[in-house]
């Protein structure tokens, strides 16, 4: 079993930055493939990106790439979402997942997530 929880969401105008994070319990974070995903009202849950139990290795979505980046800490056992140039269209709720399953572009999937926290709320103004 693994329990994730997310912080760091809140209100920040378009321009701005947030880092989100997602504190995992259990000894076992680096056997996890993680992803960060996103629900903005009305529309269903997408990918945002994931990145490989050793860290080497990340994805993102083509909506965030060069604004978004992914990192982990597996010695502190929590990964991160660092968000920058935020654009109102990035308001959702934001949520991180584990996967045991190997880094893909398979993986990326909610299908491929076997925990998930309960999501923190990034709102952007215009």
């Known amino acids: 079993q693994v329990q994730l929880v997310e912080s760091g969401g809140g209100l920040v105008q378009a321009g701005g930055s947030l880092r989100l994070s997602c504190a995992a319990s259990g000894r076992t974070f680096s056997s996890y493939t993680m992803g960060w995903f996103r629900q903005a009202p009305g529309k269903e849950r997408e990918i945002v990106g994931g990145?490989?139990?050793?860290?080497?290795?990340?994805y993102y979505v083509e909506s965030v790439k060069g604004r978004f980046t992914i990192s982990r800490d597996n010695a502190k056992n929590t990964v991160y979402l660092q968000m920058n140039s935020l654009k109102p269209e990035d308001t959702a709720v934001y949520y991180c997942a584990a996967s045991s399953r190997a880094f893909s572009i398979a993986t990326m999937t909610s299908r491929a997530m076997d925990y998930w926290g309960k999501g923190t709320l990034v709102t952007v103004s215009s």
């Open positions: 990145i490989s139990k050793s860290g080497g290795r990340v």
